[in-house]
């Protein structure tokens, strides 16, 4: 049955299943923080995997870095963060309540108590987390969590130039926790404190910025497809002058239709050589390259494909969400793609109180264990149609059933999710 995915629905399956829970649950949670369960985490590794093996393994103009959390002040105070990086902070002088003013439905009532006319003026509010380094708690000591991954790829510019003098274009590419000290975190893991990042600046000659740029629109598009995302979910908006960042001269955000509405999935920037000139004038070191045989210099351009873990996660889980009917039932399923799927093979013994289908299915299992490592589960709880339910309702794509017929010809049931349509093969070509 085709069904408007709910935000209720992709979140109450997230904590059931243990996918995601809320941060410090058991103390009453801390708003805007969240923690994987052991299937959540494994999505989350599958999909930051396939964005490494895609945009750094697969192509031979690729850097990885992993640059610290805590970085010198400077780095802030240079990229403009320690000044810019806020937010507009209203609160409401009835209940106290501290709202984003520009994320307000109705700018003159507190969402919190319902009173009207109880903001004053809005005050710019600095999103980065504050902190200081070593014992000396004095201006010198500040440090600051990573609001974004990006200035740790910026401040290693050199160094992989230095190191590996790459031909142009090149990128650099870092995956990681970046915080942002959100005034309301909202909409489950859409927007939060904690999150991570998988960011690439593309460095190119000043002339050969546009090409870059659109070489990066269709590999978006392809990340897009290879997350399961259906092609009508996402759209491509075109960000005016007025609504871009100061450092950008041309912006494409990719929205896509959550259950909250169409919200940005990712954003693509072309960011001049704002942030590499900004480093030179503040760190008096040049951020200049030389084209290979000849005396031609310049501080290159950088094309930003900037994709967020959480969006990406959620986009999938929504976009895999199906409800249908089975015998006269309702069926929850996430028709994840082969994949993603943090399990991938579910291996059960028909009885689990047979000694001798036990002993083969633990056979099979860890056959499945050593091709799949990490992907492949244990279900002998329950009957076997709960564990269909049960694996249906994770997105394993495959169930495979062992039973008296195994012990004679070797033959094992395999269940596909998205159909049920079970066959009958050797247990030797369950992967072929």
Known sequence: MEKQVKLEDIVSLAKRRGFIYQGSDVYGGLSGTWD??????????????????????????MYGVDAAILMNQKVWQASGHVDTFTDPLVECSNCNARHRADKLEDPNKCPTCGKEGTFGEAKQFNMMFKTNVGPVDDESSISYLRPETA????????????????????????QGKAFRNEISPRDFVFRSREFEQMEIEYFVAPDKWEEAFEHWVEKCKEWFAVLGLPENSVHELEVPDKDRAHYSKRTIDFDFD?????????????????DLMNIQNASGKSMEYRVKGSNEQFVPHVIEPSFGVERALMAVLVSAYREDEQNGEKRIYLALPEHLAPVKYAVSPLLKNKPELVEKAREV?????????????WDDNGNIGKRYRRQDEIGTPYCVVIDFQTLEDDTVTVRERDTTGQQRISSKDIMK
């Open 151 to 174: 200035q740790g790829i910026f401040t290693n510019y050199k160094n992989v130039v230095d190191s590996f003098y790459p031909d142009l274009p090149f990128g650099i590419a870092q």
């Open 365 to 377: 299992y860890a056959k499945l264990a050593k091709e799949n490592p990490g992907r492949v589960m």
């Open 36 to 61: 994987y369960g052991p299937l959540g985490v494994q999505l989350k590794r599958n999909i930051m995997n396939l964005w490494w093996k895609m945009f750094v393994d697969e192509r031979d103009d």
């Open 258 to 274: 959550y259950p909250i509405g169409r919200e940005e999935l990712m954003g693509l920037a072309y960011r001049t050589d704002f």
